[in-house]
Structures are given as structure tokens and as C-alpha cells.
């Protein structure tokens, strides 16, 4: 009875995650057959700032949804990849997956919103939270093909899985390096402000989450 049980729940499982890479795609696709042009100057602002630049001028409607997609694509893909890295083949755990990552990056707007809000920087808050979530909403679109290969390629998860955390790790130096040369150059922050901010918003949220596997 509990083999019939499991049984069930894989495949409940396995059904979420076709449904949830279905949309994910779909995502994708409107990002591409839409706002393809915001999307590239997003993509581009990864490693060139005056196309991050560029594409925060914009500031308008199509940003804004630009932003929103994205977003949406990064919660579902980063649910997915967490729920294949802890084995996680639970129905209700896929889903308590999904809002535990949307309320911590909820969490994390928040909180660096308050911050810029208190001290009177309200444009730095801005420019914080979207540095901040560019290299993680970049993240969730490029490793869209590798979770494909992941879930159906089961000869090279290994492989995959190798260029999952590489690629995560490559990210999340360059938004390191990217937020501190923003905060030192830009803005005039000492090195001790701006190593705290990253130790509280940017880290420490990673290690809590790993260490209680979510």
C-alpha cells in the first residue's frame, strides 16, 4: 500500500513538472516573440552596464513586464532545480517549494526597500534590487534547456547537473562584483557597508537556505 502510495506521488509529481516547464516555456517564448528587445538589453546588462543602464532609462511598460516574466520564470525554474538537487518527489514539497522561493525573494525586495527607505536613498534601493535580481532572473531563463536535459536525459545528469552549479556559482561572483563596484564607485559607499549589505541580503539568506535544505 505505501509502494502504491509512492507510486502515485511520482507520477503526481512527474505530471507537476511537465505542467510547470510547460509554462516556464511559454514564459520564455512571450519574452521572445514580444519583448525580445528589452530581454536582450536585459540579458546584455549581465555583463555590460550601459545595457543595464540603457534598459533601466527605459523605464516603461514593456520593462516592467519584462521584469515581471522574468520573475515568474526564475521562481518556477529555481523550484524546479531545488526539488531535483534534494530529491524531492512530493506533490504538496514541489509546491511548498514554489512559495517558499517567491516569498524569499519577496522578503529580500522588501527588506532592501525598507533599508533605501529609512536612510532616504530610495534610488539606490532601486538600483540595489534590481542588480540584485538581474543576474538571478537571468539565471532562471538560461537554465531553462539544462532542466530539459536534467529530467529526460538521464545519462548526463551528472554533466548537467556540473554545468547547473557552474553556471550558479559564475552568477553569483559576477552579481558580488557587480553590486560592490556599483555600491564603491558609483555610489561612495566605504567597503564596510557595502561587504555588510552583501553578508545580510546577498549571502547569508543562501547559506539559511541550504543548510535547512529549504
Known sequence: MENMKEYVNLYAYKDSFFLILTISFLLISILKSTYWKHTILLLKGLFYQRYSNQFLREDNVFTERVNIIASFILILNLSLLIAYFFDII???KLMLIIIKVALFYLIK???IWSI??????????????????LFDRAFGILIFPLLFFLYFFYFETVII??????LFITFFILKIFSLWKIGKFNFGFSHF????????????????????KI
Not at 161 to 166: D, G, P, T, V
Open 161 to 166: 547537473s556540473s554545468l547547473i552549479i557552474m
Open 193 to 212: 557597508y557595502i561587504f555588510l549589505y552583501l553578508c545580510i541580503v546577498e549571502i547569508f539568506p543562501i547559506l539559511l537556505l541550504v543548510k535547512n
Open 116 to 133: 533605501s527607505k529609512v536612510f532616504m536613498l530610495r534610488e539606490i534601493g532601486k538600483l540595489a534590487i534590481f542588480f540584485s535580481l
Open 109 to 111: 525586495v522588501v527588506i
Open 90 to 92: 512530493l506533490l504538496y
